[in-house]
């Protein structure tokens, strides 16, 4: 990899972030996101918060195992960004098996339905960077995998947040 591609890959990780974090104050701004939890949201999201730490350190530390054991068929981005992920989706299903998941003031349809439409694009820009060929490279895959990754986790949160209304629903109708 060049500097000059290795300073664009920068320049537009620090892009994206900004514009998550530009997103995610909008969001707050017109209250599709507010964050008033009560004290047992805040016990429960504390306890997700641990979980998620600890998942993340093992996580990371076996990567560092295999990969100096092993020769990994992922790049460094793409392997940390996997740990990354995995740890959110620990955080969201503690948060989510202990209704604490969404604050008290959150519409669940508008988050689920941001987290859709978040899904989506990640998953398309992560079927462009397939179809093109770019997203493994020598049997490697690389860190255009990510988008995807993000995609099936938003999926996977969604999918686990709507088996936990359905099997409430079940529980309540009983």
């Given amino acids: 990899m060049s500097m000059e591609y290795k300073m664009g890959l920068f320049f537009g990780v620090l892009a994206g972030a900004l514009a998550g974090l530009l997103f995610v104050a909008l969001m707050k701004h017109k209250k599709v996101i507010d964050c008033h939890f009560d004290e047992r949201q805040e016990r429960a999201r504390g306890q997700a918060f641990k979980y998620a730490f600890f998942t993340l350190a093992v996580a990371v530390i076996c990567y560092g195992a295999l990969d100096t054991i092993f020769t990994l068929p992922c790049d460094t981005l793409t392997a940390v960004f996997l740990c990354f992920c995995l740890t959110m989706v620990v955080f969201a299903v503690v948060c989510i098996r202990k209704?604490?998941?969404?604050?008290?003031?959150?519409?669940?349809?508008?988050?689920?339905?941001?987290?859709?439409?978040?899904?989506?694009?990640?998953?398309?820009?992560?079927?462009?960077?397939?179809?093109?060929?770019?997203?493994?490279?020598?049997?490697?895959?690389?860190?255009?995998?990510?988008?995807?990754?993000?995609?099936?986790?938003?999926?996977?949160?969604?999918?686990?947040?709507?088996?936990?209304?359905?099997?409430?629903?079940?529980?309540?109708?009983?």
């Fill in 99 to 174: 209704e604490a998941y969404l604050s008290l003031y959150e519409k669940p349809g508008q988050v689920m339905m941001l987290f859709g439409v978040i899904a989506a694009f990640n998953i398309g820009i992560g079927a462009i960077y397939l179809m093109e060929g770019t997203m493994v490279e020598n049997g490697v895959l690389t860190f255009r995998a990510c988008n995807l990754i993000v995609g099936v986790m938003m999926l996977v949160i969604m999918g686990i947040y709507a088996l936990h209304i359905s099997s409430s629903g079940e529980e309540e109708a009983e």
